[in-house]
């Protein structure tokens, strides 16, 4: 794994450059490979990312027609929801009408059983990387964008949950006593087999966990996204200044 770090001046700095860096991803994958196979992360952070995608014309050539949109995580609740991490990427990216939207795999979280909603996306992430496309029996995305809480949780991986553990399966429903909810995420084992890995992240909020997760200290301490450590793949932490304010300039 090489990790690589990358400090803009705001947040919407930190969205032009990922969307810049994601059209440079998408048109490589899709010359080698011919699609592009993206995760999306939810929360609020990428929504300027998503809109910057949807929005600005440079990015009318993004290949979205060979572009496959996944979610690495999703709340308990139905698309509409205010809460859902598909109503937020629905709002920001494909309302614009560029993206297929066949290519838009989206978790059913409106099911009342959350741990049928996770096996159904897992099925339906096994029929779309046949065995031939696994590595280590895992899907492996071309990105896979996250981001990053204050207490340290990526995706839907929280700090002291069981999903934490979970080595086997690809999508799991993970109880959040926190919020005393289920959230549908992605495993650890399919984040880490990501050809690259963006954690974006964005705040004031975010610079005392980032100073614990990748200051001089950062061995004596394990939080989720800690792990998020894709074997052969790229990690890249994408940063706004403010999340960055208490990181050694290094
Ligand atoms: C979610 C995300 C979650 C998010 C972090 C950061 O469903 O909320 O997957 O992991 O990335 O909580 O959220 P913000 O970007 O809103 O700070």
Redesign the pocket.
Known sequence: MTESRQVYDDADALARAAALELLREAEKACALRGRFILAL?????PRKLYSVLANDARYSSFPWATTHLFF??E?HVSPGDAES?FRMVDESLLRCGRVPMENVHRVHAELPDADQAAADYEVELRSFFPEAQRVGGFPRFDVTL????PDG????LFPGTDGLRESTRWVISNYVEKFRTNRITFTFPVLNMSRETWLLVA?ADKADMMLEVLGPDRAQVSYPVQRVVPGDGKKRWLLDRAAAAKLPKS
């Open positions: 992360s939810g929360g609020s952070t690495g995580d709340r991490n996250l981001g990053m809480g949780h990526t995706a839907s705040g």
